[in-house]
Structure formats: C-alpha cells, structure tokens
C-alpha cells in the first residue's frame, strides 16, 4: 500500500524558520506535491517536485529527495497567516495524475 | 471569477435520503477530481474523469455515482446516505495532460452532515 507520514502538528513563532517533513514509501512516483490549507478552505497548491534538490518560491522551499523517500517544506520569514494545515501528496506512475495525500501537519504560528 | 465552484456549499441531510452535489471548473481543463476530506482532516480520492471518461475509480460504495455531462462539470449523487458519508466532499481540476503529474486546483468544498 502507500504511506506517507508527515508530522501531526508543529508550532513555531512569527519571523522564524520552520521545516516541515514528509516521508514517502508508495509503489511508483512521478512527483510530489505540497498543499496548503487553511482551516474552513480549499487546498492551494504551493510547490512541486520530480526531481531531487531544492525548489525556492519566494518564502516557501521545497527538498526532494527520492532515493530517501523524503521531501520538506521550508517556511521562512513566519508569518501570522501561515497558520495552516500542510499536506504533502505524492503522484503515482501510472495512476492517472492520482494524488495519494498524507494526513498533514497543522502549523501554528504564534507571536 | 471562481475557477472552481461547487454547490451547495453546505448540506444536512436525513440518513436514507439521496443526494447531489454540482461542481463546474471555467479553466479550461480537461481532468475533474472528487475528494472526500473526513473529520480528521485526511484527503482521500475518490473519482477522475478525462474529458469525460471515468479514469480512476477508487474502493467507494456503489451507493457514490459520479456523473460528468461535459468537461467542465463534474457531479456527484449519493444513494442512501449514511452517517459515515459525514465529511467535506472537494472537487479539483488540472489540464489533463497524459503522463505527467500536474497541479489540481480544489474547489471551496461541500460540508456534508448526515443526521
């Protein structure tokens, strides 16, 4: 079966850096996605990889590494409104563009 | 303008009953999603349609039958439903390119409660 495992919830605080873990052991991989959503909304997409190594977009990097079954999300510059549900999704070889999500971790970010 | 909407947004139901949720995309794609989101916030699919043809189909109850008339809309209708049916119900849609993953953008969700 597939099992993505991420962290349940973490805290950090405003103006700091936080990483948030995601590791993967599922039957194929054709890339790996993170979400963001906040409490009540949709899931927005934040970035993508399919290759190992680093995705920089702003405050947000993503690390990929498919050797390991491992990528994160680095938040930096924490901001109030960062305060959300992560999830981590990878998509399946040959599954359709399916999107298999771990649970998410819930980041609260305080003063 | 709303690139991915669905109605109703909220929903309360009697068990037993049947229902339908809508869901439109004006983006232009070609793929449309359903979702199921239980009270522990896990996101798990549900159906795929390409242009209209059913093309993931995970373990859901029969009782769950998706419809697509177009590739713009993609509905869901619920037989029976049941308490466990509980849960927010998203749609998503991405262009539906062969072969490579791609980002699906999610509708605002339906806030289904069974009583």
């Known amino acids: 079966g597939q099992n993505i495992d991420q962290p349940t919830e973490m805290t950090a605080t405003e103006g700091a850096i936080v990483q948030i873990n995601c590791t993967y052991q599922t039957s194929g991989f054709n890339g790996l996605f993170w979400y963001q959503q906040h409490a009540g909304e949709a899931p927005t997409f934040l970035s993508y990889?399919?290759?190992?190594g680093l995705e920089e977009k702003g405050r947000f990097s993503s690390f990929l590494s498919r050797s390991k079954g491992y990528s994160y999300l680095l938040l930096k510059e924490l901001q109030m409104k960062d305060s959300a549900s992560y999830l981590c999704?990878?998509?399946?070889?040959?599954?359709?563009?399916?999107?298999?999500f771990g649970t998410g971790t819930q980041l609260k970010v305080e003063l | 303008d709303t690139a991915v909407s669905q109605t109703p947004k909220y929903l309360v139901t009697q068990m037993g009953n049947d229902k339908s949720i809508k869901c439109e995309q004006n983006l232009g794609h070609d793929t449309m999603y359903w979702y199921k989101q239980d009270s522990k916030k896990f996101l798990k699919i549900m159906f795929s349609y390409n242009n209209k043809e059913l093309i993931i189909n995970e373990t859901v109850p029969n009782r769950f039958s998706p419809k697509s008339p177009d590739k713009a809309h993609l509905n869901l209708h619920i037989n029976s439903l049941e308490l466990g049916d509980s849960a927010v119900y998203f749609c998503?849609?991405?262009?539906?390119?062969?072969?490579?993953?791609?980002?699906?953008?999610f509708g605002p969700g339906t806030r289904l409660l069974v009583l």
């Open positions: 998503a849609s991405s262009q539906g390119l062969a072969g490579k993953p791609e980002t699906q953008y």
């Open positions: 999704a990878v998509s399946l070889a040959g599954g359709g563009n399916k999107l298999t």
């Open positions: 990889n399919v290759l190992d």
